[in-house]
């Protein structure tokens, strides 16, 4: 994990790095609050913030007030170090948004707990947006994670001028699964859909659940061609590899229809219209008699 060190005093902020990178921390320094600052609006910044009060340009509050007020991808854990000590410092620290306090001079087996607490904090803060990422039932991204991480891969497409090819399936008469076999069995089905797909995309392609039993997938780098024989080894797959969903009933049959579309650098770079060319190409595979795979038109 990463720490930013921010304080003036130079002895004392060289015994504060050689501690930290002593437990294991890649540790950032700066002295003042100003280039905190701007080390904590770049990607990838850290995570802990280890802030002197008293600092020339910027001190720790108005840096602490700052961080609190950014809208930062992730949240970041305040430590305030400060040689005051009175209640009322204390007070005014806290309402700036500090996490934490410490007094000068340091104890530094306290610190060392004390950034601890913070690495506990953002590992929960983690694992809550990563549940809110996800669709509970299927564990694939849900519409507005798939949405995000889908503009990042457009971005990078466009820049490094790389095809990208998204791909929405659904699966054919699912409400006839759910009307025969049930609801429960029909969220197994969906959960067994899903787990076959995964099995045939590439490690950084992904899945989102786009609505009922409509799954959408981006491949990025991937050409129109590629994107093709993944969708058909897909289909193959699921029609040929019946669904065990219950040891007492025999296995669910299903199939599925696939529709791809196509970024491009040339296309415009237009999230929305891509799905729905995609979403198009899935309309005439149903009507062309499902349980098959139609491009878009270029
Ligand atoms: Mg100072």
């Known amino acids: ?68 007020a950014h809208e930062a991808p992730r949240y970041i854990y305040f430590i305030i170090l400060t040689a005051k000590g009175e209640q009322q410092d204390i007070l005014q620290g806290l309402e700036a948004g500090a996490d934490d306090f410490l007094t000068k001079p340091i104890d530094y ?6 950034i601890r607490i913070g690495e506990r904090i953002i590992g929960l803060e983690e694992k809550v947006l990563e549940l809110a990422r996800k669709d509970s039932l299927t564990g694939t991204l849900n519409r507005r994670a798939f949405m995000e991480k889908l503009d990042q891969e457009l971005e990078r497409a466009a820049r490094k001028n790389t095809p990208l090819s998204l791909l929405m399936t659904d699966i054919d008469h699912f409400k006839q699964v759910n009307d025969r ?28 659940r786009y609505g009922g039993e409509e799954f959408i997938l981006c491949l990025p780098d991937c050409s129109i061609k590629e994107a093709r024989d993944i ?12 669904m065990q969903i219950s040891t007492s009933r025999p296995p669910i049959h299903i199939t ?22 995609a979403d198009d190409a899935l309309y005439s595979a149903k009507n062309d008699g499902r349980n098959c795979v139609r491009m878009a038109q270029p």
């Open 181 to 208: 076999y049930g609801h429960l069995s029909g969220d197994r089905v969906l959960k067994q859909f899903v787990s076959q797909m995964a099995q045939v995309i590439r490690p950084y392609d992904f899945i989102g």
């Open 1 to 68: 994990m990463k720490i930013l060190i921010s304080e003036d005093d130079p002895i004392f902020k060289t015994i504060l790095e050689n501690n930290l990178k002593k437990w294991g921390y890649q540790v950032v320094s700066t002295s003042d609050g100003r280039q905190a600052w701007d080390i904590i609006r770049k990607p990838g910044c850290p995570n802990v913030v280890i802030s002197d009060w008293m600092m020339p340009e910027m001190d720790g509050l108005q840096l602490c007030r700052k961080v609190r």
């Open 256 to 277: 599925a229809s696939f529709g791809i579309s196509l970024f491009s650098s040339a296309c415009e770079k237009d999230p929305e219209s891509l799905i729905k060319k």
């Open 109 to 114: 087996v306290e610190l060392k707990y004390r």
């Open 231 to 242: 969708a058909e080894r897909m289909r193959s797959q699921i029609e040929t590899t019946p």
